[in-house]
């Protein structure tokens, strides 16, 4: 690589200043004072930065003088310049080989100008970068370059469940767990369950119980046939839920399919008052129907129609509130019996008493 910048740099115009440093550095070299080299080398980069022959050549006697993070510093600069001149294939490989020298100097702040300028073609190195960062214990800047990853392709998945792990590991707990929550909503979107799954477990662990994820997951044990697993979130969800009503019946078809017959008819005995406060009867006949169909057993057919006559019996009417103010404000007086009958001569009849001037008819 140097041989090619080297003809590069022959046909250029120097000053004289720039050509006696550039003498000197290479009679340096050549004589195997690797360091006094490179610090002739350095003046030439701090005078023109993109002089690519003499920041190979100062990387290279770094490397010789023992330098090596000095050295991995030359080479991720000239990475960065390589790929401002549109020049991909030499930038990566100057870049892997500062990457090989220090691992250490690979941080966000060097690779953020390849990985916006390459694209997906640093993202490899990158991940390389992140990986070695962390087997050396260097949590904070592999955390820095897996959020550059994923600021770059919001859409890799595997890459943000790491930078989630990663927060989680390190106590950043909130943060974690708003990259599991974007995790999550793209395993939903692909229909990826099996990953879904260890994300909302992951999110239940480090966040608590909560109802979203505890749903989810019942849901999910439900249709696969888990219906320990199921009945496990269900119970925690109630604990934390218990007016839902959805929940609940959930819970208790889960346990009549465990063959948890008298847990079903309790939940359902409290189910049936839950919905009877909305004063819907339509949904609890609704109700007592899907259950009917959960068990086929002949005490529980009997237990579910005993409660559907009780939860469906109409209500005695209740007296209204002007009624029972009109009781509570009045006195009871003495109840008016019947009149006594009138004695015989008081009992002729009109006619005669007309006839005989008792009744006056002018």
């Known amino acids: 690589m140097t041989d090619h910048v080297e003809e ?29 080299a490179a610090n002739e080398y350095q003046v030439l980069v701090d005078i023109d930065p993109g002089d690519l022959y003499s920041g190979l050549k100062l990387a290279h006697h770094l490397v010789s003088a023992g330098r090596y993070a000095r050295a991995a510093d030359e080479y991720l600069r000239l990475a960065v310049v390589y790929a401002r001149l549109g020049q991909e294939r030499r930038a990566l490989i100057v870049a892997s080989r500062g990457l090989q020298l220090d691992s250490s100097r690979a941080v966000r702040r060097r690779l953020d100008p390849l990985v916006r300028r390459l694209g997906s073609r640093a993202t490899s190195l990158c991940e390389q970068a992140a990986r070695m960062h962390l087997l050396g214990q260097r949590n904070e800047e592999a955390r820095h370059l897996l959020r550059l990853l994923v600021e770059h392709d919001p859409s890799a998945l595997a890459r943000r469940l ?31 369950t099996a990953e879904l799954v260890r994300v909302l477990e992951m999110m239940l662990v480090h966040g608590g119980p909560a109802e979203p994820p505890l749903r989810e997951l019942s849901t999910i044990y439900i249709r696969c046939g888990q219906s320990r697993r199921a009945l496990e979130k269900l119970e925690v969800l109630h604990r934390i839920a218990p007016h839902d009503r959805t929940a609940l019946e959930r819970l208790a078809r889960v346990h009549a399919s465990l063959g948890q017959l008298e847990l079903t008819l309790r939940e359902l005995e409290r189910l049936a008052r839950l919905v009877a406060e909305h ?38 009417p ?8 009109g009781k509570a404000g009045s006195r009871r007086s003495p109840r008016r019996g019947a009149p006594p009958p009138l004695p015989g001569w008081g009992r002729r009849d009109v006619t005669g008493r007309i006839e005989s001037g008792e009744i006056d008819v002018d």
């Open 318 to 325: 209740k007296p209204n509130a002007r009624t029972r103010r």
């Open 162 to 192: 790491r930078l989630a792990e990663l927060d989680l590991a390190q106590g950043r707990t909130e943060e974690g767990l708003a990259e599991l929550r974007i995790a999550a909503d793209g395993l939903r979107t692909h229909g990826r």
């Open 8 to 36: 590069k740099h022959e046909g250029r115009p120097l000053s004289f200043i720039s050509d006696s440093i550039l003498d000197r550095a290479r009679r340096l070299g050549a004589a195997g004072r690797h360091q006094a």
């Open 279 to 316: 004063g819907d009867r339509g949904q609890l006949r609704e109700l007592i129907a899907r259950a009917t169909a959960w068990c086929s057993d002949a005490s529980y057919q009997r237990a579910i129609e005993d409660l559907g006559l009780r939860v469906l019996r109409p209500a005695a």
